[in-house]
């Protein structure tokens, strides 16, 4: 079955570093998002990672390991405005098109 | 603004009614999607078009009918829904096929849905 797990809430400190994990057990694989949500708005896209590694984007930094199925995010030298949801999706290629499935999402809230 | 947009943004309906969503990319996008977002649940997969063709339908209820037009627009049509039916329902686009990097989702800012 699909599986997709990360915690459903975090706090961390302005200025600080936080990770948000995600493992994931899916029927097929073809790469891992990482999406971020602010309340009633759209999900923005932040980074991919489809070979094992660490990708970095700035503040933010995004690893695979494939063979552990599991991904982190990392955010450094939070600011308020990161306080969102980050939502994790594997992207399945179920013949010839997009099929991404998303984890519930992480409710980050940073506090000064 | 992603360049894709939803309208309504919001929408009060009864079980009996019927309404359509509708969903508009300007991104040069040949794939588009429907999902559904409940609270404290993941986002649900619900319609895939791939250049119009519908391959994707995730065991949606008929009370949910999809449809593409053309690349650019995607409704979803609504008749006697239920109050668990109630959620924000997202749209999205993408490229179906090309460079890793294109597979990018870029969704609209979805349409808060509340049936009583």
């Known amino acids: 079955g699909q599986n997709i797990d990360q915690p459903t809430e975090m706090t961390a400190t302005e200025g600080a570093i936080v990770q948000i994990n995600c493992t994931y057990q899916?029927?097929?694989?073809?790469?891992l998002f990482w999406y971020q949500q602010h309340a009633g708005e759209a999900p923005t896209f932040l980074s991919y990672?489809?070979?094992?590694g660490l990708e970095e984007k700035g503040r933010f930094s995004s690893f695979l390991s494939r063979s552990k199925g599991y991904s982190y995010l990392l955010l450094k030298e939070l600011q308020m405005k990161d306080s969102a949801s980050y939502l994790c999706?594997?992207?399945?290629?179920?013949?010839?098109?997009?099929?991404?499935?998303f984890g519930a999402g992480t409710r980050l809230a940073v506090h000064p | 603004e992603t360049g894709v947009t939803q309208t309504p943004r919001h929408l009060v309906m009864g079980m009996t009614n019927k309404k359509s969503l509708k969903c508009e990319q300007h991104?040069?996008?040949?794939?588009m999607y429907w999902y559904k977002q409940s609270a404290k649940k993941p986002l649900e997969l619900m319609f895939v078009?791939?250049?119009?063709?519908?391959?994707e339908n995730n065991s949606v209820p008929s009370r949910f009918s999809p449809e593409c037009p053309n690349s650019s627009h995607l409704f979803l049509h609504l008749h006697t829904l239920q109050p668990e039916d109630s959620a924000l329902y997202l749209c999205?686009?993408?490229?179906?096929?090309?460079?890793?990097?294109?597979?990018?989702?870029?969704f609209g800012p979805g349409t808060r849905l509340t049936v009583t």
């Open positions: 991104l040069g996008h040949n794939a």
């Open positions: 999205a686009s993408s490229q179906a096929q090309g460079a890793i990097s294109s597979y990018e989702q870029y």
């Open positions: 078009y791939n250049f119009k063709e519908q391959t």
């Open positions: 999706a594997v992207r399945e290629d179920p013949g010839g098109y997009n099929k991404l499935i």
């Open positions: 990672n489809v070979l094992d």
């Open positions: 899916t029927s097929g694989f073809n790469g």
